[in-house]
């Protein structure tokens, strides 16, 4: 039987004011609020393709009118105070169910591909970790294969210096770890400028 692959995609729910506020600040909600729906729709398209089971995990509540295929995508609700303490909820759920190896992807990143999801899991059946970072100094991607929670605590979040803390902390303990492409999120009107993505 196939080891148990789980990709994790962290979702805002689609509501104006709520998705996008950077980009919000000079577009307008309604605005960012189309941009976050197109990068959802990418961030999905390129999940499908993969041979891992999916979960969507929402920030508020697990929207069943989105369009989201409950067939394809486990709904789930984030649980925590930060963005570390939710993901590390997430991996130890999936890994207390029986999960071999786990990536979780936001749904920030345009250029997110099916076979560089593929590429992460397949970098974890060599590797302890796995990690894609963006170039606003955070990462878009990150994976494991079995429950490290240390990576989630005391990561100043939302700041240029995520990744750098989070490979401290992963060389410290010595993990074995394959780096993805960089890539670029999108947060303002620049990143959405820089991007060419089309809506």
């Known amino acids: ?12 729910n689609q509501e104006p ?8 600040k000079t577009k307008g909600e309604q605005n960012a609020l189309k941009v976050y729906r197109r990068l959802v729709e990418i961030t999905l398209e390129a999940a499908i393709g993969t041979e ?3 979960q969507v995990w929402y920030s508020s509540h697990a929207d069943q009118e989105d369009g ?3 067939h394809d995508f486990k709904k789930f609700v984030q649980i925590g105070t930060d963005l570390g303490e939710r993901m ?3 991996f130890r759920k ?3 169910d029986g999960c071999k190896r786990a990536i979780i992807i936001g749904s920030d990143c345009p250029d997110i591909t099916t076979e560089l999801l593929e590429e992460a899991f397949t970098a974890l059946e060599r590797y302890d970790m796995v990690i894609g970072p963006a170039a606003d100094g955070g990462y878009y991607l990150l994976g494991m294969n079995r429950y490290i929670p240390d990576l989630f605590t005391d990561i100043p979040w939302s700041t240029h210096t995520v990744l750098k803390c989070t490979m401290k902390k992963i060389n410290e303990k010595n993990l074995s770890c394959y780096t993805l492409p960089e890539l670029n999120d999108i947060d303002t009107e620049q990143d959405l400028k ?3 993505l089309k809506l």
């Open 194 to 196: 820089e991007s060419g």
């Open 52 to 54: 891992a089971d999916k």
């Open 17 to 24: 004011g709520k998705v996008k506020t950077r980009l919000a």
């Open 1 to 12: 039987m196939k080891e148990k692959n789980i990709l994790i995609i962290f979702v805002k």
């Open 94 to 96: 999936v890994f207390y």
């Open 68 to 70: 989201i295929d409950e």
């Open 88 to 90: 590390s909820v997430a």
